[in-house]
């Protein structure tokens, strides 16, 4: 079964609002990567988190590894954090366990 | 800032004709990693390396050769390519995985 799983797909923001996105897991792991995805674009690493929490501008990320989950908070959306953004699980030595949730699409409008 | 090229960025083959798909990094990372990202299915991993000389399996390997020859190239060699593999693929280099270039979009006629 799905090993990781991320809610919700998609989410519509006013800007301003903020925004939870959640990664759920259904294995052990080392730890949690976020990343951010243009559309048609590359993946950005946001945050490689094994527990915790990790802040980045408007951005948190915290993992709760006993809980297997992993959040990320934006705060006061902007029109340009628009695009998918994706949880990947790492297990094992240098990322040879890789699993990727299939991510939130977000859309924020004016 | 690490940077991770891919070349062609665009692709389109015949059903039975051979692919190679480049992926070179200048940052002198010992990982690679070659993904592919589909509708539904998110972006799944189909080989990596260590380092120069050392190709590994992921969880897709079916239909798909890598090879290493330096530690800062990193192919992916489709010998016989079928429709199914119709794709944007996308390759990675760092510790773990963290630096992504910017895409290869392949279309299987």
């Known amino acids: 079964g799905q090993q990781v799983q991320q809610s919700p797909a998609s989410l519509v923001l006013q800007e301003g609002e903020n925004a939870e996105l959640q990664c759920n897991f259904s294995?052990?792991?080392?730890?949690m990567q976020w990343f951010y995805q243009r559309p048609g674009g590359s993946l950005v690493s946001l945050f490689y988190?094994?527990?915790g929490t990790k802040h980045s501008g408007r951005l948190t990320s915290t993992t709760v590894i006993k809980e297997r989950r992993s959040s990320l908070h934006i705060s006061s959306s902007q029109t340009t954090d628009s695009g998918t953004y994706l949880c990947a699980l790492e297990r094992g030595n240098s990322g040879t366990y890789q699993r990727f949730g299939t991510g939130t699409k977000l859309q924020v409008v004016p | 800032e690490a940077a991770v090229t891919q070349s062609p960025r665009n692709k389109v083959a015949v059903t039975g004709g051979k692919v190679t798909l480049s992926c070179n990094q200048t940052n002198n990372h010992n990982n690679m990693y070659w993904y592919r990202q589909d509708t539904g299915h998110g972006l799944r991993l189909i080989h990596y390396?260590?380092?120069?000389?050392?190709?590994e399996k992921g969880d897709i390997p079916d239909g798909y050769k890598a090879s290493r020859p330096s530690q800062e190239n990193f192919s992916l060699i489709l010998e016989l390519a079928t429709p199914s593999q119709t794709s944007v693929y996308f390759c990675?280099?760092?510790?773990?995985?963290?630096?992504f270039g910017p895409g290869t979009r392949l279309t299987v006629l």
């Open positions: 988190n094994p527990s």
């Open positions: 294995t052990s792991l080392n730890s």
């Open positions: 390396s260590y380092g120069a000389g050392s190709t």
């Open positions: 990675a280099s760092g510790d773990w995985g963290g630096y």
